[in-house]
């Protein structure tokens, strides 16, 4: 197998980081993230969650919290861990279906909230 | 003859292992109790209304809390705006006589009942007292019925 | 060849060099292989160290003083918002390069023995990752904020018998107006971030442990 020194990596995690650090600094420049309101503001009569917890807001709204809450998420998370062994006992194909299954529930719901929360607004 | 027991290197360092395990497994609750207490952040379940109250009034909140009192026919009730579904502050929209969560959704009528969205029970009605002066005295931790009043 | 493999003279003076390996596969050197999206979470989470702990000059966790602080250094202090908004995006970015790093890992089947403890690693950062982006949007002590801590305090209060310490240990005691808290200050600033620099470190060190990072 062809290998190359070190260096070469270096070179091109060097780009990399440079990228990364223009693309970051353009974003602070140009996008101002929002603060929220006030605790001395008038109540909101709606309170939005982080884009990142969108999937568990929705999870939340349809489900009673032990489930939506607890137990889906600890399945998710169990099922990511355990991808290996799943494999090791059910084959790929099973490892790979899960798998699928559990990332495109999470995208699923995380689109869901960004259609109501669009909606909303 | 009796063995004799011998301090070699390795059973000392064995035992200093134990010792170290064991004396960590010793902290364990009292780190607990260290981390979980509350002792510096006293919250009185007492919440005054000190502003006169009309008869027949709609909810009017005390301030700084989250209990709002109201007088009808039969009395005065007080009232915690906290949703039954997740805990998140419901707010009252007089023109509606709703009560809405900002968090899930949820709606209660003017009672205080749920109609809508994930929330199951009613929000909790707490005791009002009278002081000698007229203000009035909420104790938040002793829950009442729908129908009590004062 | 062999001249190409000589070891340059400054070789074992750099440390950095000592955790990595002398030789990679050139296929490993294709951007298309692994798109540098692991060491992007790691240079997103050093910059998050470095923007966090300036902001921590003028951040003061609190129920009032929270949200007050973030809006000065946000306005008022000289390149404060420059800070705040780097960190921000950094960690927005942070969670996206680390979940398609994670969808990388399973298109190269990189997961499988002998990797497995490795990929269990990963788990646990994704799940750091989470965190501490949540305890994060918390500190803002916004009144969104407040909800979203009220939110978690009574999820993990379902848990039986411990909920209620795990709670008091994890949040302190957010009011419903805003989750800033000094305890979850604590972890966000040292806690989190500590055990998450460790863990990713000894994710680093299993690479190399597992035979480094192969082409399919």
Partial sequence: MARSPIQKLKEKEGIATLLFLVVCTALAIKFQPAVGTSNQAPAVTHAVAPWIFGPFQILLLYLPPWIGAL???????????????????????????????????????LLWFMVIEAWWN | MARQLEWTRRSVLRLAWVGIVAASALTFKPLIQYLTSDEDQLRSPLVFYEKSLAENSDWQKASNSRVWVRQDTLGIMAMVATCTHLGCEVNYHPEKKEWLCPCHGSIYDSEGRPIYGPALKALPRVAVNRQPNGSLIINTSKQVGLDARL | MKEQEQEPEHYHKNFVNHIRPRYVPDEVLSVLYTFCLGGLSFLAFIVLGATGILLMFHYLPGDSSGFSSVITIASVIPYGGMIRNIHYWAAQIMVVTVNLHMLRVVWTHSYKSPRQLNWLVGVGLLIFVLVLDFTGYLLIGSQESGAAATVA??????????????????????????????????????????????????????????????PL
Avoid at chain 3, 198 to 207: D, E, N, V
């Fill in chain 1, 71 to 109: 137990i889906v998420p600890i399945l998710i998370v169990a099922g990511l861990a355990g991808l290996p062994w799943i494999e090791n006992y059910l084959g790929i194909k099973w490892g790979r279906g899960i798998f699928t299954f559990l990332f495109s529930l999470v995208v699923f719901l």
């Fill in chain 3, 153 to 214: 305090l009574h999820i993990v209060e379902l848990i039986p018998s411990m909920g209620m310490g795990l709670g008091k240990i994890g949040l302190g005691n957010p009011s419903s107006l805003s989750g800033s808290t000094l305890v979850v200050y604590v972890w966000h600033c040292v806690g989190l971030p500590m055990i998450a620099l460790i863990l990713q470190l000894y994710h680093f060190w299993r690479i190399r442990q597992d035979g480094g990072v192969r």
